[in-house]
Antibody, heavy 120, light 112 residues
Framework: QVQLQESGPGLVKPSQTLSLTCTVSGGSISSGGYYWSWIRQHPGKGLEWIGYIYYSGSTYYNPSLKSRVTISVDTSKNQFSLKLSSVTAADTAVYYC????????????WGQGTLVTVSS | QSVLTQPPSVSAAPGQKVTISCSGSSSNIGNNYVSWYQQLPGTAPKLLIYDNNKRPSGIPDRFSGSKSGTSATLGITGLQTGDEADYYCGTWDSSLSAGPYVFGTGTKVTVL
């Protein structure tokens, strides 16, 4: 059973960089066939796809966030990470990591989510 | 704003059926598989339907999916109180303005 777990600070100051890590267990990021994604949900709102990374390091980001987002992978630790720079209150959200199938694009495993609040 | 449009809410009595529509375009639903997710209050989304109409192991056959042209539909039969949740569709999108992956606006299901 694949499990994903987000970790990182729950509070970030405006203009700083939000950093989160997703640790994958029960399966290898390097096995291929999947995109490893970050998705966020603003309070009371819908889901917003942030971006994904393949185990090789290839990335693709949401155009609306592209200038501020970096997703990286550490296959030795079976982890992938999100960095979102120059954050504002509008980046306050629950951040999820998820495994996405390349062919169908469906997200079959999700982390529990972590709330990140941007505030001074 | 999402490029996939869903009704904000649907409701029905226990045991009844509800359908949730997801309307898109040729850049997304029209040329890609659609997935559906259930999000119970305070929890992470859960995959309900993938590849338009397939159910992951453990998902009851009360849940069904279909796709026609640039729209998709999720059906829930034998509605139960435990089905009260938000439901989202999702698919790839090839347009430059949207992300490679887009979610629907979400639909809240209420069991009367």
């Amino acid at each position: 059973q694949v499990q994903l777990q987000e970790s990182g600070p729950g509070l970030v100051k405006p203009s700083q960089t939000l950093s989160l890590t997703c640790t994958v267990s029960g399966g290898s990021i390097s096995s291929g066939g999947y995109y490893w994604s970050w998705i966020r949900q603003h309070p009371g709102k819908g889901l917003e796809w942030i971006g994904y990374i393949y185990y090789s390091g290839s990335t693709y980001y949401n155009p609306s966030l592209k200038s501020r987002v970096t997703i990286s992978v550490d296959t030795s630790k079976n982890q992938f990470s999100l960095k979102l720079s120059s954050v504002t209150a509008a980046d306050t959200a629950v951040y999820y990591c998820a495994r996405g199938a390349i062919l169908g694009g469906n997200f079959d495993y999700w982390g529990q989510g972590t709330l990140v609040t941007v505030s001074s | 704003q999402s490029v996939l449009t869903q009704p904000p809410s649907v409701s029905a009595a226990p045991g009844q059926k509800v359908t949730i529509s997801c309307s898109g375009s040729s850049s997304n639903i029209g040329n890609n598989y659609v997935s559906w997710y259930q999000q119970l209050p305070g929890t992470a989304p859960k995959l309900l339907i993938y590849d338009n109409n397939k159910r992951p192991s453990g998902i009851p056959d009360r849940f069904s999916g279909s796709k026609s042209g640039t729209s998709a539909t999720l059906g829930i039969t034998g509605l139960q109180t435990g089905d009260e949740a938000d439901y989202y569709c999702g698919t790839w999108d090839s347009s430059l303005s949207a992300g490679p992956y887009v979610f629907g606006t979400g639909t809240k299901v209420t069991v009367l």
